[in-house]
């Protein structure tokens, strides 16, 4: 049977409205489906997988919480996200208000270049890909938080301008502009990558 | 040459067919135009070379204990909200306590009832016991008399 966005909707807000009743195994399997697009979308965001993790526990402690008040009035998922992006975006502020620098977690890193490796023979273009990522890491790093968030939800949760919105809580031509002004930002951070660019940053 | 987009359309566009959310029409119509746009060609060349990045973002997968991290923390607030008294004795216990609890304390705080009546004593009893005492006075007073002379 072919599962529709439509279905899936349905099927999270009725296992809600299940924890909601006390089964505690309809939030087994809400955690195990959406566990892992949450921890990925805070990594992205915090750039720390001990950070992201936690902050990923807070998430899940507060959809359980939740339960009792939980109305299906939005989409599983739109309401999930608003909890997670409202926590990142918390930690972002009080990172940079403390002015801490966190360093960025390099054991993905570690793993990267072998996957590299299985796809490409050649050592210039790994070096090269893995240049560039470091540049987008970066620049993804400096972004204000939430065109952060809205190009980490439009690129990786594949969501709309419309769900970016519910999730911010901002209309849908302010989602525009954000993801507009980020991707242009993160487009001249690559510029010098492109044949035409300088290359001077290519170490 | 400058392109005839404005910046808000270029980028709608861009994002538009970089994805693959154009509808067909408007996806040939964009084709068309960056034939003839040097400017919305470079944008999209670092759009896909941007895209093409974000897929070699790879994150790690979530930590094996992460489950059983959360589900401890559940537990430890469940049994944090409960108050004592029902950890303690349970909701069957909780309404006979209760109960025995506000028969003690009625019984501790309610007033005492009088325990005794003094009954009336007559007129004469008590005139008998002035004469008594006042005898006993005059006499006590004779018999200090002649020691005192006797200083």
Known sequence: ?203 | MNCVLNQEEQEELLLGYTCAHLDADTARTYERHLKSCPQCQKLVELQLMLNSTFEDWTAPDPSPNFDAKLFAQIRAEQVNATPWWQALFGWKLLVPAALAATLLIVFLVRKPEPTAVVEAIPTEQIEKVEQALEDFEALHAISEAPAKEAL
Do not use: C
């Open chain 1, 1 to 203: 049977m072919i599962v529709t966005p439509a279905m899936s909707l349905e099927r999270d807000a009725e296992l809600m409205l299940r924890v909601r009743e006390g089964d505690e195994t309809s939030f087994a399997l809400l955690l195990e489906k959406h566990r892992k697009p949450v921890i990925h979308f805070l990594y992205r965001m915090v750039q720390n997988q001990a950070v992201a993790e936690e902050l990923a526990q807070e998430v899940f402690l507060r959809v359980y919480r939740s339960r009792e008040s939980y109305e299906p009035t939005a989409k599983f998922t739109t309401w999930l996200f608003r909890i997670t992006t409202h926590l990142a975006l918390n930690h972002v502020r009080d990172r940079r208000k403390d002015k801490l620098h966190d360093s960025i977690d390099e054991k993905v890193e570690e793993g990267a270049p072998r996957q590299l490796a299985d796809r490409e023979a050649n050592v210039e273009q790994q070096m090269l890909r893995q240049a560039r990522l470091g540049q987008i890491k970066a620049a993804v790093d400096e972004l204000p938080e939430k065109q952060r968030g809205a190009v980490l939800m439009h690129k990786y949760q594949e969501m709309d301008y419309s769900q970016i919105a519910a999730v911010l809580g901002i209309s849908e031509s302010a989602v525009k502009s954000l993801l507009f002004r980020a991707y242009e930002s993160l487009r001249s951070r690559l510029r010098h990558f492109s044949p035409g660019g300088t290359g001077q940053k290519v170490n």
